[in-house]
């Protein structure tokens, strides 16, 4: 069984930054996919960016593009969303998910293991 713990969400401005954290427990951490994912009220979840086991795929939602850049650290069982720019679009209760698939997929149809979700709020 896998666990994944969020961090690293919060308020923030328009145009802020924030990074949140997906620490995992377990020893096939570096063998999973990961993805964040996020669901605004009223919405439905989406993938917002997906990294492959070894961190040399990744994926992104066409809205995040050039403003947010998902990686990992093996050694450490954590992946990362660094996230500029931030638009009040982006509030939503952000999720880190894995894979026991080892790509970058953009389904949350493939993703078994979830995390509590961390909120992230951007004001205008």
């Known amino acids: 069984q896998v666990q994944l713990v969020e961090s690293g969400g919060g308020l923030v401005q328009a145009g802020g930054s924030l990074r949140l954290s997906c620490t995992a427990s377990g020893r096939t951490f570096s063998s999973y996919g990961m993805g964040w994912f996020r669901q605004a009220p009223g919405k439905e979840r989406e993938i917002v960016a997906a990294i492959s086991w070894s961190g040399g795929s990744t994926n992104y939602a066409d809205s995040v593009v050039g403003r947010f850049t998902i990686s990992r650290d093996n050694t450490k069982n954590t992946v990362y969303l660094q996230m500029n720019s931030l638009r009040p679009e982006d509030t939503a209760v952000y999720y880190c998910?894995?894979?026991?698939?080892?790509?970058?997929?953009?389904?949350?149809?493939?993703?078994?293991?979830w995390g509590q979700g961390t909120q992230v709020t951007v004001s205008s």
């Open positions: 998910a894995g894979s026991i698939q080892s790509l970058a997929a953009t389904s949350s149809h493939r993703y078994v293991y």
